[in-house]
């Protein structure tokens, strides 16, 4: 069976709409990365989703074509979708609410929906039952639902899917590595105050979920250190406030620096990075962490052990003792931080490439082609 499913006996190029909300979850950088590759192998792409997505993860640079979706509303988002696919030949949204939305846009057509589901959306209260019928709603209606993780594929296949699978979702090359300029990594230190203590770095959105509860109980530990390490939070979210006053209060040994651009000279600074989230799929902290050579305390939730194997420490979800013990441990032993991360390394060359991701979405496109075309 063929993966490139360009011009073929006379048939034009393959359409695919991508539809992408706001790209949280990894998958604004694994649409942009997409996009380029199926561009480059001559199909023709689509993309709709917010303006601010399109900007911030330059979704169009690679030669797709951009229709942008208003935020919040799902009715001219459902008519723009279905404007945008009358020619498609394939239908890819990525997020639960991207595939609830191209779920109603393609009802009555046979276009082919393919979902791809990055991370789990948390839901409490009422909100749970309107996040259970959007992912029953877009399992369903979808031909194949691709899992970032394999507890995904199995979610997806509890909310009825009728063919779910593990599917490669690669994290673009990086930018930069410790090693390239050790004056820009002492630089980086000095400017965050941490030139002659250790440097502890997370990465994430600061709202509920991300383990930030637990994360500042392991800082309260640390202060008993010598050195003290510095605890950096890089994120913005609607719980920025609230941390910010218990560090404040608890006169804790964290500083949050807000939205970053330059993540990857900041993970190569740090002597430790830490993922203490209560859920992940394919965690893109970890996956840069592993690639700029630092040691990743990480919690042992969703896709996170089967991505790291044991190129880091993991930990339970809410455990502050064993994650503050964890890191402790790491700054104390210099020797078994150069173990992980030579194991990181290793682990990070058997990740799939972005040719990988591309190959393998194209295969499933040419799969649900030649089901609606079998000549």
Known sequence: ???????????????????????????????????????????????????????RYELTAGGAAFIPLRPGTSALAVAAIRAASRTADVVHAHGLRSGALAALALRGRPTPLVVTWHTRVRAEGA???????????????????????????????????????????????????????????????????????????????????????PLLDAARVWRRLDPEPLLVMAGEGGERAALQRRITDEELPVLLVGRRDDVPELLAAADVVILPSRWEARALLAQEALHAGVPLVATAVGGVPELVGDAAELVPYGDAGALAGAVAALLDDPLRCAELVAEGFRQAAQWPSEDDTVAHVLSVYDELRQRQDPT
Do not use: F, I, N
């Open 1 to 55: 069976m063929s993966s490139t499913p360009g011009p073929s006996h006379g048939r034009p190029p393959l359409h695919a709409v991508q539809v992408v909300g706001g790209g949280r979850g990894g998958s604004g950088a694994h649409v942009r990365s997409l996009t380029g590759g199926l561009v480059a192998r001559g199909l023709r792409v689509t993309v709709c989703g917010p303006q601010e997505a399109a900007d």
């Open 127 to 213: 909100r749970t039952h309107v996040v259970r019928l959007m992912e029953r709603q877009a399992a369903r209606a979808a031909a194949v639902v691709l899992g970032a993780s394999s507890d995904l594929v199995a979610e997806a296949r509890l909310r009825g899917a009728r063919d779910a699978r593990l599917a490669p979702v690669a994290l673009p090359a990086p930018r930069v590595r410790p090693d390239d300029d050790e004056c820009l990594r002492l630089k980086a230190r000095a400017e965050l105050g941490a030139v002659a203590r250790p440097l502890l770095v997370t990465v994430g959105r600061l709202e509920p979920g991300q383990g930030h509860g």
